[in-house]
């Protein structure tokens, strides 16, 4: 036993002995087989436990390293985590000693375990580095037993790699710690879409029989589920490699409570993930030794036989290994250069480049100048042609294949020369080659072909024009995800114009490269290459740059939604539609399926970026003061930074151990706070993530945190549940004055712009103004006040207040309550605007610094930014989801109520409103028309029912005969009979003429609605999950249905009476045979990938064509069925959700709906 080991055993003797129960380690001692039957009957024949100990610590003594492991484990895996560490620093590592060695000392157990996980060899050229190999190696072992995170860590081309994969080579650490094997995956700088290409070609590898799955993982996080099971199933106590990690967010892909190690150049990358975290720093120079180690090995002499200018040039090199390693490269081929090279060095002729000062500037721009000047000149060609790369980023074969047009083999060879130089760098991750840069090595090139660089650009875009003509890569491809993200790059940078607008001017491109990256990537080259762009057509970029903006949190759903319908709810102004409208006449010859918004004219979008950053609630979102960044947190328990203009994401931290419910930026942008379920408020610093401060005065969850807007004195205001605001000075650790007078929990606070006031908002329905320097309360606000009496029931009066901002002048105070914002002036205290755009509750409304802009957060998952201007001038016209629907010849009525006071008649055509009713005092619940257009009829709260005469718009019949309120009404077709249903369970048969009627009495629960059928008879559902079917002449059930568990929202007949549908709460639609009562199509089945109901909600209605081959129902949008085969045929997608019903002409070719923000669509099926 090392003698370090044995001082460390008798240094702790007296604790170790006081402690252990020594039955359970002695069970892990024999089972790996470093104590004997024998031992373990000697040391029980002890009296005492504290004798028993001293035993077997004594036997211990007398034998090697591996029973000192044994025992360190054993105390692990036992719970004796404080004894463990003490012995911790003394593990002895363990030199292979397996029988069938190679020359290198490497047994064949290891050399398999390391070719079949992918680990790299050796480099020609090595040189050890004990020290820095035995602390990889020690921090590995406390993976034994529980998973965690070995991070090495160093700058670039300090051989952390290298370092790691010799570290593996023992074959005591892989037997005894990863008896699973070792898995190394080349990570590198990776978007969302290449991370998941990596765990796909991960998976394959690890699953090469398909006992899984027989399809790659489609996302993230399946894959990520997928890995966890291979690792737990197939591979126990395996250690996973993730080399070249540069972002934190990629490591939750593999946070699967396994063991990991990982490379990197960011020492805080595992700040983001959880478990146990062990460090190796490598330091970034090598001593002066190794450097002449290196360079003996490349000419292959002894150190003592080098020149004496070997020692100057490792004292250029600075101790650089990267760069040691090109002179050395450069020296084996010209051995007699010595004396040339070190002048070089020395003369530091060329240009310094601007880099990081983590980097050795001079040595490496010289030495690759050097490099570069001693290929062939054919070769230097095909070098410089590396110089249109961008940094970090690796380039598969293929690109380069179709850049230089030849075949693979060629072009490998030409690389591999590039790479044998250490000129270049290639990653082979199982059979594909990827290849890329040092940035400084890049850096170099580009200084040098400054010139040359648009004809070089222009090259590669020539020979992908060439290559792929007018066809688009397919994600079957390899260097499809190169084209994607970098062809408009390469043709903005060669100033190619015609072909940059005809790329991002194109709705084919604009699919493709969505439906894979997201459109995030999109915008920015949109506002990167305005100025390009713009030359042709502003117009058209703001078209297509709009278009992403306003659908990009619809391109990010799986499946992915039909890019050619999106684009005909555009403007029929915009290029977007026009192409839509071309490419959608062209696949209607293919029997394709696309409808026209005949009424979107009378719709602005107020909106002007919707993006989708969280995977759940966001509760809160907030501009930078220079308006080029927002940070957004929410019930992920994430703190995300993004692009303002594009939404591309700068930032990820995961920042609290609960619910995230506030972010706000310091007034210098430095510092980002947070404040969270946890009681807890955070300070971060906004650029790279590193936790500054943590607050933990408040008692209960902390709702809001704000800075102040001056960079003299950074304030912090916070507000709680526990009803105090509280302002604190960055400076300090205490808070510095608390505010007191809600009377319940307090949501939202902010400064004023001049910070002279701090104004507040809570549950108790109040909106306060408070002075920061005294602390004094100044005004109070009643919110409730404005919802009373207004569009809500009056048992949704209470009202709470999620949040405030104010504009930039102090003229204007914005609250978010519910779905809605309003704006009032701060002088007046008069509403100056109304507006509604997201799905669900607005938790955040914030202004941009100049005041032009303004974004909100909500439950919808979504981030909206809007034109504030817009927002002032629009008119909140907000009608109620019941309504009917007339379609006379060719011709749209629709009976709408509006703000659930009014009823109004719309033309869906030409958009014409005329005005019915004066404000009823009974809230407007549901409305009729008759098919004559001759009368409407409305069902009220109180539970009346009222006929009104359209041609002089009075009420001149009204009957009260349900007990509750009336949801649903519908005249027969001669218009004579009212027939109405109620949340008291009945249906109402009213002959308003003759003043004659009937109950129809059966439903358990609430009627949700009722459809007329032929032969006086009528088919109802009800949320006590059946259906019946009654003659309306006698009252009588004809026919009872049972067919869902859950409540039945619709229900319909096909027109030939084979065919019966229902729609349940349970977010499904069935079709069924009437005559044999079997299923035949259950059409909303779950999405794996999301786990949503293909409807997005409940399905609420449904209707069959008169053919009954094609079904259209609506939820959370619109889908329209192939009834034959159960296969969706279209989606809708409409700007708000829950709707209600669907309204369809007798041909089956236009649609009316309104959704849940009171907006009507006249749809028509496109011909």
């Known amino acids: 036993m090392d003698v370090k080991s044995r001082n460390h055993l008798l240094l702790n003797h007296e604790a170790l002995i006081r402690d252990i129960k020594t039955s359970y380690i002695m069970d892990h001692m024999i089972a790996d087989e470093v104590l004997t039957l024998q031992e373990e009957e000697k040391v029980k024949a002890q009296t005492t436990q504290k004798e028993r100990a001293a035993m077997l610590i004594k036997i211990i003594l007398a034998k090697d390293n591996y029973s000192y492991i044994s025992f360190y484990n054993a105390l692990l895996h036992e719970g004796y985590k404080d004894l463990a560490a003490l012995l911790q620093d003394a593990i002895p590592i363990i030199s292979s000693c397996n029988g069938n060695k190679s020359m290198d000392g490497v047994t064949s157990y290891v050399r398999t375990v390391l070719c079949e996980g992918g680990v790299p060899q050796r480099p020609v050229v090595f040189v050890t580095r004990p020290k820095l190999v035995k602390a990889i190696q020690q921090k590995l072992y406390n993976l034994r037993n529980e998973p965690g995170w070995v991070t090495v860590y160093g700058m670039a081309g300090c051989g952390k790699s290298v370092l790691t994969a010799e570290a593996l080579q023992d074959h005591h650490l892989l037997e005894d710690c990863f008896p699973g094997g070792v898995h190394w995956v080349s990570v590198g700088k990776q978007d969302k879409a290449g991370l998941l290409m990596k765990l796909q070609n991960l998976c394959s590898r690890l699953d090469q029989d398909f006992s899984l799955s027989q399809r ?82 490349f000419v292959n002499m002894k150190i003592t036989d080098l020149p004496e200018e070997a020692d100057s040039i490792v004292g250029e090199c600075k101790g650089s290994p990267l760069v040691v390693s090109l002179i050395g490269a450069l020296l084996r081929d010209f051995p007699n250069r010595w004396e040339y090279y070190l002048r070089q060095l020395q003369n530091k002729q060329f240009k310094r480049i601007r880099k990081s000062s ?109 290559h792929y003509k007018l066809h688009i890569p397919t994600p079957a491809q390899e260097d499809c995800m190169y084209w994607y993200n970098f062809l408009a790059y390469h043709m903005a940078s060669a100033t190619m114009q015609n072909e940059l607008c005809a790329l991002m001017f194109s709705l084919d491109w604009i699919k493709a490269k969505t439906e894979l990256v997201g459109p995030a990537h999109l915008i920015h080259e949109y506002v990167e290459y305005s100025h390009i762009l713009d030359q042709k057509d502003s117009i058209v970029r703001e078209n297509f740059q709009e278009f992403l903006s306003l659908n990009g949190h619809l391109l990010g759903r799986k499946p992915f939604p039909n890019i050619i319908q999106l684009g005909l709810c555009q403007p029929e102004t915009s290029e977007v539609y026009q192409q839509a409208k071309l490419q959608a006449q062209q696949e209607l010859v293919k029997g394709a399926f696309y409808l026209e918004w005949i009424n979107k004219k009378s719709m602005k979008n107020l909106s002007r970026l919707v993006v989708r950053p969280h995977t759940d609630a966001v509760y809160h979102a907030c501009f930078s003061k220079d308006g080029q960044r927002i940070a957004s947190c929410g019930a992920d328990k994430t703190l995300q930074v993004f692009k303002a203009k594009s939404g591309e994401k700068l930032l990820e931290i995961k920042a609290h151990d609960d619910e995230v419910l506030c972010c706000a930026f310091s007034a210098d942008d430095r510092f980002v706070a947070t404040c969270s379920v946890d009681k807890k408020v955070k300070i971060w610093n906004s650029r790279t993530g590193q936790l500054v401060q943590v607050y933990e005065e408040h008692g209960e969850q902390v709702n809001c945190c704000q800075f102040n807007n001056t960079n003299d004195q950074l304030l912090l205001a916070t507000c709680s549940n526990d009803t105090y605001i509280k302002l604190w000075d960055l400076n300090k650790k205490h808070c510095r004055n608390t505010m007191f007078g809600h009377l319940n929990s307090v949501s939202h606070c902010r400064f004023s712009p001049d910070d002279k006031y701090v104004a507040s908002c809570s549950a108790d329905g109040t909106l306060k103004l408070w002075e920061v320097c005294s602390a004094n309360e100044l005004k109070t606000i009643d919110i409730k006040d404005f919802f009373r009496n207004a569009d809500e029931h009056q048992d949704d009066v209470e009202v709470l207040v999620k949040c405030c901002s104010w504009s930039a002048n102090c003229a204007t105070i914005m609250v978010a309550a519910k779905n809605r914002l309003l704006l009032w002036n701060t002088e007046s205290f008069l509403k100056v605007a109304d507006c509604r755009g997201h799905l669900s509750w607005v938790h955040c409304v914030t202004f941009s610094p100049d005041g032009s802009l303004f974004l909100t957060s909500s439950d919808d998952q979504t981030i909206r930014i809007w034109e504030s201007s817009k927002v002032c001038k629009s008119s909140a016209v907000v009608l109620k989801r019941e309504l009917d629907v007339v379609f006379q010849d060719d011709e749209v009525m629709v009976l709408a109520i509006l703000n659930q006071k009014h009823l109004q008649l719309i033309n869906g055509n030409t958009g014409h409103t005329d005005y019915l009713t004066e404000a009823q005092e009974s809230l407007i619940c549901c409305c009729c028309l008759s098919e004559d257009l001759q009368y409407a009829a409305f069902g009220e709260e109180n539970g009346t029912v009222k006929v009104l005469k359209l041609s002089n718009k009075r009420v001149f019949k009204s009957r009260t005969g349900h007990e509750k309120s009336v949801q649903h009404c519908q005249f027969t077709s001669d218009g004579q009979t009212l027939i109405s249903s109620s949340d008291d369970s009945t249906i109402q048969v009213w002959n308003w003429q003759s003043e004659e009627y009937i109950f129809l009495k059966g439903h358990k629960e609430a009627v949700k609605n009722f459809r007329l059928l032929e032969n006086s008879r009528l088919l109802s559902w009800s949320f006590d999950g059946t259906v019946k079917v009654w003659n309306i002449c006698t009252g009588k059930i004809e026919e009872d249905f049972v067919c869902h568990e859950d409540a039945v929202l619709s229900c319909a007949i096909s027109p030939d009476a084979t065919k019966f549908s229902s729609t349940s709460a349970d977010k499904t639609a069935k079709i069924w045979d009437v005559s044999r009562g079997e299923l035949l199509h259950l059409c909303s089945p779950v999405t794996v990938d999301e786990g949503e109901s293909t409807h997005g909600g409940w399905v609420t209605d449904l209707c069959f064509s008169p053919e009954s081959n094609m079904l259209v129902s609506c939820g959370g949008y619109l889908k329209w069925w192939n009834v034959t085969t159960g296969e969706s045929l279209q989606t809708f997608y409409t700007n708000g959700t829950n709707l209600k019903s669907i309204y369809v002409s007798p041909s089956f070719k236009v649609y009316v709906t309104i959704d849940n923000l009171g907006i009507l669509y006249v749809l028509q099926m496109l011909e």
């Open 216 to 297: 790659p993982p489609l996302n993230i996080e399946e894959a990520k589920d997928r890995l966890r099971l291979l690792i737990l199933r197939k591979y126990p106590r395996c250690l996973m490699v993730l080399d070249d990690i540069w972002d934190s967010w990629v490591l939750k892909a593999f946070d699967n409570q396994c063991q990991v190690l990982i490379t990197s150049r960011d020492r805080s990358v595992t700040d983001s993930v959880t478990g146990n975290k062990y460090e190796i720093p490598v330091e970034s120079g090598l001593a002066h030794d190794k450097g002449l180690e290196i360079l003996s090995l």
């Open 358 to 466: 983590s980097y050795d500037y001079e040595a490496l721009d010289e030495a690759m100048s050097m490099s570069v000047e001693m290929l062939n000149e054919n070769f230097k060609d095909y070098y410089k042609d590396l110089s249109v790369l961008q940094k970090d980023v690796k380039v598969p074969t293929k690109v380069l294949c179709i850049l230089w047009d030849m075949e693979t083999e060629e072009v490998e060879d030409i690389l591999q020369e590039f790479v044998n130089k250490s000129l270049l760098f290639c990653d082979r991750n199982g059979k594909s080659f990827h290849y890329y840069l040092h940035d400084l090595q890049l850096d170099f090139l580009t200084e040098k072909n400054r010139d040359q660089l648009q004809e070089l650009h222009k090259k590669i875009v020539n020979q992908y024009k060439k």
